[in-house]
């Protein structure tokens, strides 16, 4: 199985500020179609996961752009802008190149 | 608008089957695939398995040999059954169409 690892675990943030979440696979990610299919997903307390962004950098329906996704092949990393209260809660990456489905363990954003 | 909905028993008892009820709106079964996923109380997400537009499924290996994962695009449903219980399967399982989640049920596996 293909196995995710997030770094950090946990991130204490004020609001306003700027955080990077790290997604490392233990797989390339790309498909033989040629593309990668890398996501990034948000679980505010209480709730469903939430689809926030796909294919490593398209942002879901409705998803702020204060979000953005960058990286390749086996590095991925998810980037919030001017953090808002709303954006807290754990962040999942998830990988759909290879079966089974997997994902990272999380990161959880709290306020600092 | 794309709407999923889980339904099921919150209580099975070790050994006994799983069987729940994934009932969808706003987008059809035989275009689109929906996944199972489960999360065990205070942890990370665990991919189920999968039924395909066309009927095909796919499954966690790891849960492969007790899974079943079935639908009735008439009835806009789609079935997942798990059999040979234990307590470690005790989790909230969301079906999905990965952009789109379930509310998510809570099944607990207790005698």
């Known amino acids: 199985d293909v196995v995710m690892t997030q770094t950090p675990p946990s991130l204490s943030v004020a609001i306003g500020q700027s955080v990077s979440i790290s997604c490392k696979s233990s797989q390339s990610l790309v498909y033989s179609d040629g593309k990668t299919y890398l996501h990034w997903l948000l679980q505010s307390p209480g709730r469903s996961p939430k689809r926030l962004i796909y294919?490593?950098?398209n942002l879901g329906s409705g998803v702020p752009d204060r979000f953005s996704g960058t990286g390749s092949q086996k590095d991925f990393t998810l980037k919030i802008s001017r953090v808002e209260a709303e954006d807290l809660g754990v962040y999942y990456c998830a990988q759909t190149t290879h079966f089974p489905y997997t994902f990272g363990a999380g990161t959880k954003l709290e306020l600092k | 608008q794309v709407q999923l909905k889980e339904s099921g028993p919150g209580l099975v008892q070790p050994s006994q089957t799983l069987s729940l009820t994934c009932t969808v709106s706003g987008f059809s079964l035989t275009s689109n695939s929906v996944h199972w996923v489960r999360q065990p109380p205070g942890k990370g997400l665990e991919w189920v398995g999968a039924?395909?537009?066309?009927?095909?499924?796919d499954y966690n290996s790891a849960l492969k040999s007790r899974l079943s994962i079935s639908r009735d695009t008439s009835k806009s449903q789609v079935f997942l059954k798990m059999n040979s219980l234990q307590t470690e399967d005790t989790a909230i399982y969301f079906c999905t169409r990965l952009g789109y989640w379930g509310q998510g049920v809570m099944v607990t596996v207790s005698s």
């Open positions: 294919q490593v950098s």
């Open positions: 039924i395909w537009s066309g009927g095909s499924t």
